[in-house]
């Protein structure tokens, strides 16, 4: 049987602009990764830490989203933090979505377990 790479294209509609992130994209992970390494180093007496914590999430956004992305979705909006964990939970329930049909697309109905598990795992802001 042969073998042929899916579509990996993940379609997102942000706040009125049309992106694509590609699912299971090597530097869109790194920068999650960053994003969250920051999130836990943020302390109380740290004044400048959300500000820090907006930062890596906009380059999250541009990783994950493309270059510019996090310019165009945020534009003309005062820096808040609740509203860039409140959009990195909507892109990754998005590409958890999209790893469920997937799964199911290609492992039939043995897929069910995985999805139940991931369904019960949301990621948190």
Known sequence: ???????????LNINGHDFEMIAGDVEGWEALTRAEVARLEV?????????????????LFDALLGQGAH????????????????????VLKEHMRFAMEREKMLMGNNAE???????NDTPEG
């Open 1 to 11: 049987m042969d073998f042929k790479f899916l579509d990996n294209k993940i379609k």
């Open 43 to 59: 302390t109380e007496d740290d004044p400048s830490g959300l500000r820090k914590q907006c930062m890596v999430l906009s380059e």
């Open 71 to 90: 310019d165009k979705i945020f534009a003309g909006r005062p820096l808040n933090i609740r509203e860039h964990l409140d959009l990195k939970t909507h």
């Open 113 to 119: 377990p995985i999805q139940e598990a991931v369904k």
